[in-house]
């Protein structure tokens, strides 16, 4: 019997549902779409995307979008590549701040490590975890899976850690250590013993990480030369934490309660921005676009400079204790997230500190929600969102364990704990 159809295609080569349609069917559907919606039907499924990106879809309604907002008469040459990024940046923007602002929330966690984790980064669709036992481990942020493991030389201890497409980089004990993500060899190479005295915190700019010291010193490495290049004094007090700006300057925060901006070439000191909350300074943010330095302190207080004035913008107390970390998107001039001892992941204003949103995770008293000690076992569950009166204090603990340690990603937030767990906050578009 003849089981194929009347154009010579078996039935089990016949094309179902959505991929149904023939490329040129759906590139006329396709342009009587506006741009945001076209835009959405690039996230549907890998043959849409195909098909808008194969016939410039969106550069072509970009240009229809212009011509129409233009009374003058629009050449659609004008219609660059370069501005229609910058219009799909400006739509991606909108989009996660309205999500991390208003939308449902869904929260993914796993067992990620064998004893407490408190430090994660997030970059590129990955998420970097660590500090606890003697691994980091790196994740994909839609798959939730382990993609490679970094093992720490002998028994030292790791103390913080970034990463970029090429290498990860790590503070351990006294010394600085390079993994080449994309080689056999990871261990590039570890540097001399001792070159720091009790580093508590690092960041790094291509070719120089900076370490933060127990003894007020910002210590500059060179991780091609293997050597200390600079030692900058920054503080009376311990550097509790450190940001790196795009114009060669060092900020660093102390227990002691002050922020210090030096030349990273100079280490020349720039300026000394004080709070009036003379807690301690727990974490650092700059935002590289508008260039807005956050700060969060030890007794729960957020506080914005503008580097290029050193004028405080504004200071408010977010939270009753404790801000552990804040971050944000590098192009995103709107939205901060902070986290802290209260276990509350809050959304607030970069512009005001105005605190748009409190989010805690529901905990449902169903088996199949409860967090199993498994590796690869993912549990899901939802966020809630606290009105403004909500009385924090009377939340469960399991609802709103400490957050050691965020970062933020395009409508998502992954953190920390200093548990096993890793958890990865999904906002929905």
């Known amino acids: 019997m003849n089981t194929t159809t009347s ?3 078996p039935p089990s080569k016949r094309r179902k549902g959505i991929h149904a349609l023939s490329h040129d069917t759906l590139c006329t559907i396709f342009t009587l779409l506006d741009l945001i919606e076209a835009v959405r039907c690039t ?20 240009s229809k979008q212009e011509r129409r907002n233009s009374a003058d008469l629009f050449d659609a040459s004008m219609c660059s590549e370069r501005s229609l990024k910058i219009h799909l940046e ?9 999500s991390l602002r208003v939308r449902p929330i869904d929260i993914y966690q796993w067992k990620g490590h064998s004893v407490g984790v408190d430090k994660c980064r997030m970059k590129m ?10 691994v980091m481990r790196l994740w994909s942020a839609e798959r939730y899976k382990c993609l490679d493991e970094y093992s720490l030389p002998d028994n030292t201890r790791l103390v913080d850690f970034d990463f970029d497409e090429n290498k990860v980089v790590g503070l351990v004990g006294t010394r600085i250590c390079i993994w080449r993500r994309h080689n056999a060899e990871r261990n590039i ?3 001399r013993e001792n070159l720091f005295t009790n580093g508590l915190c690092m960041r790094y ?9 127990e ?8 991780m091609y030369s293997r050597k200390c290049s600079q030692i900058i004094k920054m503080h009376l007090g311990p550097v509790t934490c450190l940001s790196l700006s795009d114009d060669q300057l060092i900020i660093s925060g102390s227990s002691t309660g002050g922020i210090t901006v030096s030349g990273l070439s100079t280490g020349q000191r720039v300026a000394a921005l004080m709070s009036s909350d003379s807690s301690g300074i727990r974490t650092l943010c700059f935002n590289p676009s508008s260039h807005l330095l956050f700060a969060g302190s030890t007794s729960g207080y957020a506080s914005c400079w503008d580097l290029r004035t050193m004028k405080k913008l504004w200071e408010t107390r977010v939270s009753p204790n404790v801000l552990y970390s804040m971050h944000h998107l590098q192009i995103d001039r709107s939205t901060l997230v902070t986290g802290g001892i209260d276990g509350v992941l809050r959304v607030l204003d970069q512009n005001t500190g105005e605190v748009y949103s409190r989010c805690i995770m529901y905990e449902s008293n169903r088996g199949s929600n409860r967090t199993e000690d498994v590796y690869g076992v993912i549990k899901s569950n939802q966020a809630v969102r606290l009105a403004e009166d909500d009385r924090i204090d009377l939340i469960p603990r399991t609802s709103r364990p400490p957050i050691r340690c965020l970062a933020v990603g395009m409508r ?3 953190t920390t704990h200093n548990d096993k767990c890793i958890r990865l906050w999904k906002f929905k578009a």
Not at 43 to 62: A, D, E, G
Not at 90 to 98: K, P, S, T
Not at 205 to 212: K, L, N, R
């Open 7 to 9: 154009g010579g295609v």
């Open 43 to 62: 996230t549907v499924c890998r043959y849409w995307r195909t098909v808008i990106n194969k016939y410039k879809l969106l550069q072509v309604l970009y």
């Open 90 to 98: 400006e739509v991606a923007m909108d989009w996660h701040r309205f």
């Open 125 to 134: 669709g990955l998420i970097l975890t660590g500090v606890g036992d003697k």
């Open 189 to 191: 190479f570890p540097s």
């Open 205 to 213: 700019v291509d070719p120089e990480a900076v370490v933060g010291c």
């Open 215 to 222: 003894d007020g010193t910002a210590r500059v490495f060179d």
């Open 412 to 414: 998502k937030v992954v």
